[in-house]
């Protein structure tokens, strides 16, 4: 299914929230509404599902506005997974006769979802006693179930930590893979982000700061900005690409003031400033230690340093 924005304007209390002049998103992908808080993520999530209407614009699902096709071209799984009262198979089966899906293939869908999310052992639990991960798995199911040409989620992995969180983040490109739906993701983590989605929308105060694939967006964010949310390091007009820091002569070459060393686990990294900006970098197996206090010499690859311009656009 195609999603299109057309000159989007959402306000709410007084102020403009969401300002999406032009916007595409294409079919059977996967893609990401990345961005801080209060970005405007969930209310474009919103949109599509024709919760909400924008005080300007118009938002199109395969051409034809989102409040009308919603009804039956959408499936969403809210941030907080809530169920009513009964097994998981009678919720996730709620869902598929308030769409009027026959028995026979309520049963198809319902198994067919439980084996993507991993949740078939479960069908007969209780659906207000799951665990976190377990409610967050039912939650995905009951919208896959649904076989919508559009898949909306809205913070996937929120209220989950530690194994589970890990667990869910490892199946749930497996889970998106079983469906041919587009699917719509908010979620606020930039390696979450990376892991889950083909497609990228960076989304800062409410406008997209960047839109293509994920892969190229985080490696030429176009604007300072936009680098500056996907943990580049900004010294000057240069920005430097997260983790591609090292102590020690290279290609690109930063004077480093050193504040102090932390061990994190799987290296130790010098942690201080360049030029005012805080940053850090690793440190090489069996290197001696910089001490806190001292200025030392770090390096990037040359392809993992942007330059923007005064405009704060990236120079080509």
């Given at each position: 299914?195609?999603?299109?924005?057309?000159?989007?304007?959402?306000?709410?209390?007084?102020?403009?929230?969401?300002?999406?002049?032009?916007?595409?998103?294409?079919?059977?992908?996967?893609?990401?509404?990345?961005?801080?808080?209060?970005?405007?993520?969930?209310?474009?999530?919103?949109?599509?599902?024709?919760?909400?209407?924008?005080?300007?614009?118009?938002?199109?699902?395969?051409?034809?506005?989102?409040?009308?096709?919603?009804?039956?071209?959408?499936?969403?799984?809210?941030?907080?997974?809530?169920?009513?009262?009964?097994?998981?198979?009678?919720?996730?089966?709620?869902?598929?006769?308030?769409?009027?899906?026959?028995?026979?293939?309520?049963?198809?869908?319902?198994?067919?979802?439980?084996?993507?999310?991993g949740i078939g052992?479960?069908?007969?639990?209780?659906?207000?006693?799951?665990?976190?991960?377990?409610?967050?798995?039912?939650?995905?199911?009951?919208?896959?179930?649904?076989?919508?040409?559009?898949?909306?989620?809205?913070?996937?992995?929120?209220?989950?930590?530690?194994?589970?969180?890990?667990?869910?983040l490892a199946d749930?490109?497996?889970?998106?893979?079983?469906?041919?739906?587009?699917?719509?993701?908010?979620?606020?983590?930039?390696?979450?982000?990376?892991?889950?989605?083909?497609?990228?929308?960076?989304?800062?105060?409410?406008?997209?700061?960047?839109?293509?694939?994920?892969?190229?967006?985080?490696?030429?964010?176009?604007?300072?900005?936009?680098?500056?949310?996907?943990?580049?390091?900004?010294?000057?007009?240069?920005?430097?690409?997260?983790?591609?820091?090292?102590?020690?002569?290279?290609?690109?070459?930063?004077?480093?003031?050193?504040?102090?060393?932390?061990?994190?686990?799987?290296?130790?990294?010098?942690?201080?400033?360049?030029?005012?900006?805080?940053?850090?970098?690793?440190?090489?197996?069996?290197?001696?230690?910089?001490?806190?206090?001292?200025?030392?010499?770090?390096?990037?690859?040359?392809?993992?340093?942007?330059?923007?311009?005064?405009?704060?656009?990236?120079?080509?």
């Amino acid at each position: 299914m195609e999603v299109r924005f057309e000159d989007v304007e959402v306000r709410k209390g007084g102020r403009t929230v969401l300002e999406v002049p032009a916007l595409t998103l294409g079919r059977a992908a996967a893609t990401a509404l990345l961005g801080p808080n209060g970005a405007g993520k969930t209310t474009a999530l919103r949109l599509m599902a024709g919760l909400e209407r924008p005080a300007r614009g118009r938002v199109l699902l395969d051409g034809e506005p989102a409040g009308r096709a919603a009804r039956r071209a959408v499936a969403y799984a809210f941030q907080r997974a809530v169920f009513l009262r009964g097994t998981v198979r009678e919720n996730l089966e709620l869902a598929l006769r308030l769409r009027g899906v026959p028995a026979a293939e309520r049963a198809r869908r319902i198994a067919r979802a439980a084996e993507a999310c991993g949740i078939g052992h479960l069908l007969g639990r209780d659906a207000l006693r799951l665990s976190g991960g377990e409610a967050q798995r039912a939650n995905l199911a009951r919208a896959l179930a649904l076989e919508a040409g559009l898949v909306l989620l809205d913070e996937p992995l929120s209220g989950l930590d530690g194994p589970a969180r890990a667990a869910l983040l490892a199946d749930l490109p497996g889970m998106l893979a079983a469906t041919r739906a587009t699917v719509v993701l908010v979620t606020h983590d930039r390696d979450e982000a990376l892991q889950l989605a083909q497609e990228l929308v960076l989304l800062i105060g409410g406008r997209p700061a960047a839109c293509g694939p994920a892969g190229e967006v985080f490696r030429r964010p176009p604007t300072r900005e936009a680098a500056a949310f996907l943990g580049y390091t900004r010294c000057g007009r240069e920005a430097i690409r997260p983790g591609a820091l090292t102590v020690g002569p290279g290609e690109r070459e930063f004077a480093f003031t050193v504040e102090r060393v932390v061990d994190l686990g799987t290296h130790l990294a010098a942690e201080g400033r360049i030029g005012g900006a805080p940053a850090r970098a690793a440190v090489p197996d069996g290197a001696p230690l910089p001490a806190p206090g001292s200025e030392v010499t770090v390096s990037a690859p040359a392809a993992a340093v942007l330059t923007y311009r005064d405009d704060g656009r990236l120079a080509e």
